[in-house]
């Protein structure tokens, strides 16, 4: 599952990158296309302005002291493509019984008519490095052009997969062909809280209410797990 803006009780985070300091040196940075572009690291966003989406909403986010960027493109068209992967150092979760990981992200899909690899970009995760299962697809439902809201909150229960685990790694995987980009910013890992739920509207009344002491209001409540 994914939300944006959603109140919920959770766990002081267990583990948590900022990428004040750059991208972990430990970290493994593929370029699986060959194409010269992999994951960086920036404070200010893209080569490019396009009108304030070029970079990370700091609103909501640790992007004042950077943030990580794949930017498809700055490398312009390529015979290629783009394929870059990041993972993560192993992170310990044997002593969490459950998980709960959380990031932002801005992603802006394009996809040329003809392109070598469609515009994607995804989260995976692994308990041993090779086996990998895909937990978050920003490009979901997304046509050309379209893009997820800037900053995007992504909060996922992966207790499934991870809970219990002495090794756990995330993958974020971009693939493109001179598309645009994909931010991302505070990897956070915490244990899902004991009220996993959030409002997400106002179902009725839907167009104003006079808050009257007799007036009832009707909410939308989800289930987070």
């Known amino acids: 599952n ?8 959770s ?11 750059g991208i972990p040196p430990t970290w493994q940075n593929v370029d699986s296309s060959g194409s010269g572009v992999v ?21 909501g986010t640790s992007a004042n002291n950077g943030y990580l960027m794949y930017d498809s493109d700055s490398a312009g068209q390529t015979v290629l493509g783009n394929y ?14 459950t998980v709960r990981v959380t990031f932002n992200e801005y992603f802006w899909k394009y996809d040329a008519a003809l392109p070598i690899y469609l515009n994607t970009a995804r989260v995976y995760v692994s308990t041993d490095g090779t086996t990998w299962t895909m937990i978050h697809a920003a490009d979901a439902g997304l046509g050309i052009n379209d893009e997820t809201p800037n900053p995007k909150a992504v909060s996922l229960n992966i207790s499934s997969i991870a809970a219990g685990q002495a090794t756990v790694y995330f993958k974020f ?6 598309s645009y980009w994909w931010f991302v910013d505070d990897l956070e890992l915490s244990e899902v809280g004991a009220i996993d739920a959030g409002v997400f509207g ?24």
């Open 2 to 9: 994914s939300s944006s803006n959603m109140n919920r009780t």
């Open 11 to 21: 766990s002081a985070p267990f583990f948590s990158e900022v990428f004040a300091g």
């Open 39 to 59: 994951w960086t690291w920036t404070t200010t966003g893209t080569f490019v302005d396009y009108n304030g989406n070029d970079s990370l909403s700091v609103t």
């Open 84 to 97: 870059g992967v990041l993972i993560t150092d192993a992170i310990d979760c044997s002593t969490h019984p």
């Open 173 to 178: 995987s971009f693939t493109g062909d001179y």
């Open 202 to 225: 106002i179902l009725d009344p839907y167009n104003g209410c006079l808050l009257t002491s007799t007036e009832d209001i009707v909410i939308g409540v989800l289930n987070l797990q």
